[in-house]
């Protein structure tokens, strides 16, 4: 499948670990008034044992040169209809056009394209790619082994974690310039019978253990990202949730029932509040989220939650809080249970509810008390998922009568075709990569601009993408790169070159660099700058 590993099966991780609340389907939002919500902000003291499980890393593949044909757009919805305040919940007219609108516009002329091209990416110039040439390859102390391996370039830095054949985890820090020595190498997180995750933020390296099956849960190892030196640790339960802050993590404690707020660096409980049922929490990116390196699954590198979030209950209430107090900002009852029917970004929650008739609703959440707009309305033969934020717009993904060979793209006042879609990854305001299991779409102003048959796409940044040919894999192999400015005309795709020897699956980039765990160690490739 295209977007995922191959070879070794290897948990994937979003930004939280838990499965979302399940409550029986209600009737269709009605406009509610703010509840009052009990349990400000309250200090307890933490009890410290083992910790989690989070999310997955992405990685490299090949390339394949050569734009495809743009899919014909189908004809107008025959079930959904498109709905705007203070319009009726009749069917909003759509153009037939070949190719895809992002941007918002109307009508598509060669001049507005090229007026788009101009202003939409004058902050994200095509990078300057050149052929991929291997700068630093650094040998850890013990060679790693297939056991567990992840990379995660953040900044100017490359941070890598293995397993050795005593089973230690050994965690190496390099800068992403030229030479052969590491930064430092830390075994402070010591042994786990299973590693699933690393993630890094410029002050820590996070490490999640698996669970063990004598205490169900996991241990979060928290390293200091400028010598590896361990800071703290904690045990958390499987189905709990970990997001990291710029200075704060938030901890889902299912066993005790508390929403918490964790020190970043020192461990220590700096709030805590009563959390009966089973939360689900959403980040609160903006539009700035949209635009740096991001794997493969749309997971921004070396990002944090944000300075607020959206936290659903089983019960079906949203709440907005303050990531650094816990303090309540918004609240609505009867909203959503914070599943996969959920998209967040840029202050506007997205949610599509289980009534009858089926609709997509748009709340503001710096007024969660104002009349949500109605954005679209699901057909009875229709299924929809993989809502997904693109530039002041909503996209998620449209089946017919449950076959995945029948899926759209589709936004506000259009859609295309792209079959056997099953995820969205945004790259700026105005491009989409569309993954699916045999092939990667780029859309672009209104249009396909290429396909890759069998490979995969990622964000570098809002203007430009890393390509690989093919499917990424656990395994050791060469990959092929190519690079692709989102402005430039269909076909103009920078060829690259291979990347020897490494786990593709684990690599991680930023717009100059993909640094990768190779068969016994680790390496660092210029493709950019």
Known sequence: MAGQGKDEAQPEFARGVSEAAKPEPTAATVPQQPVARAGEPTQTAMEYADPVDPWAAAEAASIAAGGKPSYEAPAPNQGGTWTMLGETEAAVQKTKIKGLLIGGAATVVAAGVVAATVLLWPSFPALDYHRAEEIKRVAPAAAFTSAFTSAEVVGDRAYFAGVDSGGTLRVLAADTGAGDKALWESTAAGRSTTWTAMRATPSVVVLFSGVESATSTSRMVVLDAEN????????????????????????????????????????????????????????MPGPDDLTGPADISGRAFGTDIGDQF??????????????ATGKVLQTRENVSAGGDDVAVHDGRLYVLETGTPKRIFQYDLANLIAEPEAKYTVGTSEEVDGLTPCGDQLCFIRTKDFDKATSEVVATGWSLAVPKVKTLVPVGASGLLAIGDESTTLIVDQKVVWTIDGGVAARLDAGNVLRFSEDLSSSVGNRALSGFHVGDKAGEIAEMGEIRDVRSENCS????????????????????G
């Open 228 to 283: 590896g030196s361990r800071l703290w640790e904690q045990s958390v339960g499987y189905y709990d949730e970990i997001h990291l802050g710029a200075q704060t993590v938030l901890w889902t404690d299912r066993e005790r029932k508390r929403l918490v707020g964790l020190d970043l660096i020192e461990g220590s409980e700096k709030w805590a509040v009563a959390d009966e049922d089973a939360t689900k929490i959403h980040a």
């Open 509 to 528: 980039w930023n717009t100059e660099v993909i640094a990768c765990v190779a068969a016994e160690d680790v390496v660092i490739y210029s493709f950019a």
């Open 310 to 323: 959206v936290q659903f209950d089983a019960d079906k209430t949203a709440t907005v809080r303050e990531l």
